[in-house]
């Protein structure tokens, strides 16, 4: 094993998840100007929903990493129409204070139901390190590199093609005009809730059978943020490459400075970007309709 | 504040249990305050605290009572907050007008509450707390039952690295929580001190981090006999796991926190052949008589609990609730506050089982002739097919740490 | 179309004070008036982006007076708003596309794009380029464009001319007078009267949120008062200021 490369590779596996998350910031951001502080409680959600499915349900992972999709997102749905569609009107600040509220609410709920006992469930890759080069990796952890790679892609396209897409776009623009097209703004606005909570249900999913499920695999919200932030906040390309700059930097911040500082690296990072380039570094200036 | 609905479905399951509690008139009961968090990520220590506390309670109704006196606890959720646990020690001592104070909170909540019981002399036994904070306070009113000081676990586990483990270089990893990091500061420096063990590596972890791939990697490159892990479960079993994906082999020593089936679902085959140290003298599952026969009760009286229940925390407040209620009962009938504290202080080697028939010993017996810190000692484990089974081949010697002795506290 | 007694408030500010106007099908009816009259206030009402508070609106029948703007544009009603509103970030051709975004007919969709751009040349070569790198004019094309793609029946433009150069503002307003010619109504709000008169065959007079004038453009053209308040100068866009009153 040679040290540097594994911290690298090993970052890019802990990234992808961080990118993930922050994709899922990012969608509801641009749609809607929110940002979604309940975006780690969606990870949350789709975890323990996959475990109900797999220990509870008996279905096989991949029906589970199916219905975790469509769970999620009737949940953002729900949410969305309960939580935030009545605050249409108010200013974005009292929104994101209803999704730290929101967050607060899934969390306690939770563990109203199920405690703090952390569950796990079995995925279906191998957890035995195999060597690539000088460096180890598990199937498993290339399985999610792939998944969140296959999801990136499949976004992209969606909305480089798809109508539903397209309509995403404008109405992230511009809502006045999206509306002058026959867009239903709170119908796109729905929408978005359910992909940026069944991509944050998926991270859970995937991540599940690693790291287990408890209240608090939010915490991942964290480091999704600073990915996000650091890409621009506007740009799923710029989450990618954020969350994979977290998970690296984190990783040799953490062994050439100091484990205590593995968590404040991404910050520094993000203020140094942040002073350097405003707006990230995929952000472009404030530009919506002309 | 109280958490009334679980407390209602408890006390109809404990009510159950107690043959003649109903015609006992409120006169003639003994009142015991509870505080313990029940709601919040600590909640599960609350909550054990609690449950283990009533479990005990309910035998103890069952078989009389404490001379012809039911005994009834009455429990609060502290949230484990300081400034909340001020305001249910004062509600429970002045407006509840309880006799004793049970605890089943974490150390800082703990002190507060043994201040103000200190001040309104009345008996509080810590339940969970560990620090030197509560265990060298000098009040005569506060006791530290099955718990054991922070101190005294860092002294058993240098002992064990050193006597049993008997390896000369570790790592350690341990959790950004200031219970794990003084544990390690102290077991680092003790093996260091008696042993000449090298700490090759510190490697620290925080709350909710889901990836330890450059804690594990530092570690890893300083290429050690053994690695030793200090506190917060959940992100000690993701690294234990992740550990195994890195192509680590060293062994891997845990700590108390670790002592849990949360640890052993997340961790899952990586834990195999992993060390803890744990206070009471099994683990859930175990097949000796009085476990099994106290998780048979328990999930008879608790049915609903998950699969984790009864943790350390109700196992500790099991045999504290016997501890006080054997104090009680050698008190005599004209029992007072301070005929009780009295009667604790000549418990000595005490195990419940001695003196009730219902009983089951599951802690480490209990010593308070000469301080207040009734159990110095702790059980070291191994997991062996998926299970923790104790390590019968080592007993630690009482260690060495000085407590305020008896004759030095303060009414 | 027909308005009859429309009041609209930002808040508590009344800025319609009850505007009744009729769009006689295959006309260019052109609404006139300063800066706060109202003229885009109406375009809004009508379009369902400001929901009247008292007073009717009529299209083909239909009331829409509550309407959401989507629905607006599902019944024929489609607006070019001032300022254009492009989707800045998206290709020329995604956002004539999205002008479509209610109808399902891809082929007869294609077709339309086609004669967008048989009609602005220009787009043609732009159509991958994003809307927000074009010129003024050229965005005003794609506004335009977008707004026929959804098939309207009334065509509602809000300024059309505004920030232009002289030249696009006559291709613009010949353009506008071959959609009538194609049998699509225009509701024109323009400050540049001169112009909106030249091509359009009615018009209001809209002062402090209410009509003051109206009739045909002859009439229109020979009042004194219309002369001195809106004619009396130059055309072009430097015009705004000087017809406060």
Known sequence: ?290 | ?411 | MKLDGVETFYGAVKALKGVSFTVPDGSIVALLGGNGAGKTTTLRSISGLTTARKGTIEFNGTRIEKSPPERVVGLGISLVPQGRLLFAELTVAENLELGAYLRHDSAEIKRDIEKAYEQFPILRQKRAQEAGTLSGGQQQMVAIARSLMSRPKLLMLDEPSLGLAPMIVAEIFETIRKIRDDGVSILLVEQNANMALSIANFGYVLESGKVVMSGNVAQLLSDPRVQQAYLGQEAGPAAPQAVRH
């Open chain 1, 1 to 290: 094993m040679e040290l540097v490369p594994q911290l690298i590779v090993s970052g890019i596996a802990a990234g992808s998840l961080y990118a993930l998350v922050a994709i899922g910031l990012v969608l509801i951001y641009k749609a809607t100007d929110i940002v979604n502080f309940a975006q780690g409680e969606s990870v949350t959600v789709g975890a323990y929903m996959g475990w109900l499915c797999i220990t509870q349900f008996r279905l096989p992972y991949f029906v589970a990493v199916v219905l975790v999709l469509a769970g999620s997102a009737l949940v953002g749905m729900i949410v969305e129409r309960v939580a935030y569609r009545p605050l249409l009107k108010s200013p974005p600040f009292t929104v994101i204070l209803a999704t730290l509220a929101v967050g607060l609410i899934i969390k306690n709920a939770i563990r109203l139901v199920w405690q703090d006992t952390p569950r796990t469930i079995s995925g279906v890759f191998s957890a035995e390190p195999i060597e690539i080069g000088s460096v180890l990796i598990t199937p498993e952890r290339l399985a999610i590199m792939f998944t969140v790679a296959l999801v990136v892609a499949l976004l992209v396209l969606f909305f480089r093609f798809s109508k539903l897409g397209k309509a995403m776009r404008a109405t992230a623009q511009s809502q006045e005009a999206a509306s002058l097209m026959g867009i239903s703004v709170p119908g796109i606005f729905s929408k978005t809730w359910a992909l940026g909570s069944a991509l944050g249900g998926l991270a859970g999913v995937l991540i599940a059978p690693l790291v287990g499920i408890n209240t608090e695999l939010g915490a991942v919200l964290v480091p999704g943020f600073v990915a996000a932030v650091v890409g621009g906040f506007t740009s799923i390309p710029g989450a990618i490459v954020g969350g994979i700059l977290v998970g690296v930097l984190e990783n040799l911040g953490g062994v050439f400075i100091s484990s205590s500082f593995k968590q404040v690296v991404p910050f520094v990072v993000l203020i140094t970007v942040l002073m350097v380039l405003p707006t990230g570094l995929f952000g472009k200036p404030l530009r919506k309709a002309v």
């Open chain 2, 1 to 411: 504040m109280q958490d009334r609905r679980t407390f209602g479905k408890l006390s109809a399951a404990v009510a159950a249990t107690m043959a003649f509690g109903r015609h006992a008139s409120a006169a003639d009961e003994i009142v015991i305050g509870y505080h313990g968090p029940m709601t919040g990520p600590a909640s599960w220590v609350g909550l054990g605290g609690r449950d283990g506390a009533l479990m005990a309670l309910g035998e103890i109704n069952a078989a009389g009572g404490v001379n012809g006196r039911m005994i009834r606890m009455i429990s609060y959720d502290d949230a484990g907050k300081a400034s909340e646990a001020e305001a249910v020690a004062k509600k429970m001592i002045e407006s509840d007008k309880v006799f004793a104070i049970l605890g089943g909170g974490i150390s800082n909540v703990a002190i507060v509450v043994a201040e103000e019981a200190h001040r309104g002399k009345v008996p509080y036994m810590n339940g969970s707390g560990a620090s030197p904070k509560i265990m060298d306070l000098k009040s005569r009113w506060t006791f530290s039952g099955a718990t054991i000081d922070v101190r005294d676990i860092a002294e058993n586990a240098a002992i064990f690295i050193g006597d049993y483990l008997k390896v000369k270089k570790v790592a350690v990893m341990n959790g950004a929580d200031e219970f794990s990091q003084s544990l390690s500061d102290n077991v680092v420096r003790l093996i260091k001190d008696r042993y000449g063990i090298e700490t090759l590596t510190r490697q620290r972890y925080n709350p909710g981090e889901t990836d330890f791939s450059s804690q594990l990697l530092a570690v890893k490159q300083s290429n050690p006999e053994y690695i030793l892990m200090f506190g917060l479960y959940v992100e000690a079993a993701r690294a234990v796991r992740q550990s195994r994906e890195l192509g680590i082999k060293t062994p891997i020593k845990g700590d108390t926190s670790m002592m849990n089936l949360g640890f052993l679902t997340v961790a899952g085959a990586a834990a195999e052949g992993m060390i803890a140290e744990y206070l009471p003298l099994y683990f859930n599952g175990d097949t000796a008589k009085d476990m099994v026969e106290f998780e048979s009760r328990y999930k008879k009286l608790f049915p609903s609990y998950p699969v984790d229940r009864p943790n350390y925390v109700d196992v500790y407040n099991y045999g504290n609730m016997y501890a006080f209620a054997e104090g009680m009962k050698r008190a005599g009938k004209d029992l007072t506050r301070k005929g009780l504290v009295e009667a604790l202080e000549t418990l000595n080697n005490y195990q419940a089982a001695d003196t009730w028939p219902k009983a089951v010993n599951l802690i480490q017996p209990l010593t308070f002739t000469e301080s207040h810190n009734g159990n110095r000692r702790l059980s070291f484990f191994r997991v062996t097919n998926g299970a923790f089974k104790p390590i019968a081949d080592f007993k630690v010697p009482v260690p060495s740490t000085k407590f305020p002795q008896n004759a030095s506290l303060n009414w």
